[in-house]
């Protein structure tokens, strides 16, 4: 099946510094990728579209300069986290529609991130 | 906007014991999906209910879809420690892309054994 993978799976930074997370479809291609924070015990907040080729669309509440999306090729989107803050500490996922059937979406593990 | 509520928020089980999860959406729903996530894992996809009224098995797994197309439940007979995880039901988003789902709290299930 396919498989999305993302990269780190976890990281630990410094207060201030920006932390970048890759997320790629290993096997088809994405036009379409999804980025997700989740809090402990908490349920998938989307944050954000990420489109292929074009600007992503960002959720209400989600500061666009704070966490910047490029999906500069058909397999890989990255979120950059900017100036990370300890509030930014969090668990990042992303997804993409499977093609299969209408809206199914294959998870990537996951980035846990632990700003200090 | 769209809401998707999901009851209970919590469900401690003895080994054996039935588990159902309830899921209620705010607006008519396309389709809707299930998916598990494991303690400290990611969002595995379970299954996709399409028809007004379509129930679904997967060996212990019963899912069901209502007929308003409106709310849908998982259950489980008879559960494992396997089966510990949370579930959460998602829909989608009735007002922008095809692919946008909006995803109730969960129901987080932990199984005595």
């Known amino acids: 099946g396919a498989v999305v993978s993302q990269h780190p799976s976890w990281v630990i930074c410094k207060s201030g510094t920006s932390v970048k997370i890759e997320c790629r479809s290993l096997?088809?291609?994405?036009?379409?990728m999804f980025w997700y924070r989740q809090f402990p015990k908490q349920s998938l907040m989307l944050m954000a579209t990420?489109?292929?080729?074009?600007?992503?669309?960002?959720e209400q509440g989600v500061e666009k300069d704070k966490f910047l999306i490029n999906h500069a090729s058909l397999t890989l989107s990255t979120l950059t986290v900017t100036s990370a803050h300890p509030e930014d500490s969090s668990f990042y996922i992303c997804?993409?529609?499977?093609?299969?059937?209408?809206?199914?979406?294959?998870f990537g593990p996951g980035t846990r991130l632990t700003v200090l | 906007g769209q809401q998707v509520m999901q009851i209970p928020q919590y469900q401690h089980v003895q080994e054996g014991e039935d588990f159902t999860t309830y899921c209620n959406s705010s607006?008519?729903?396309?389709?809707i999906q299930w998916y598990k996530q494991r303690p400290g894992g990611h969002p595995v996809f379970l299954i996709q209910?399409?028809?007004?009224?379509e129930v679904k098995k997967q060996k212990r797994l019963t899912f069901q879809f209502g007929e308003a197309k409106k709310n849908s439940s998982l259950h489980i007979t008879a559960t494992q420690t396997t089966d510990v995880g949370t579930y959460f039901c998602?829909?989608?988003?009735?007002?922008?892309?095809?692919?946008?789902?909006?995803f109730g709290k969960g129901t987080l299930l932990t199984v005595n054994p």
């Open positions: 998602a829909g989608p988003n009735s007002g922008g892309s095809n692919y946008k789902l909006t």
């Open positions: 209910l399409v028809k007004s009224g």
């Open positions: 096997d088809f291609q994405a036009t379409t």
């Open positions: 607006t008519t729903l396309s389709n």
């Open positions: 990420s489109n292929e080729g074009s600007k992503a669309t960002y």
């Open positions: 997804s993409a529609p499977t093609g299969k059937s209408t809206d199914t979406q294959y």
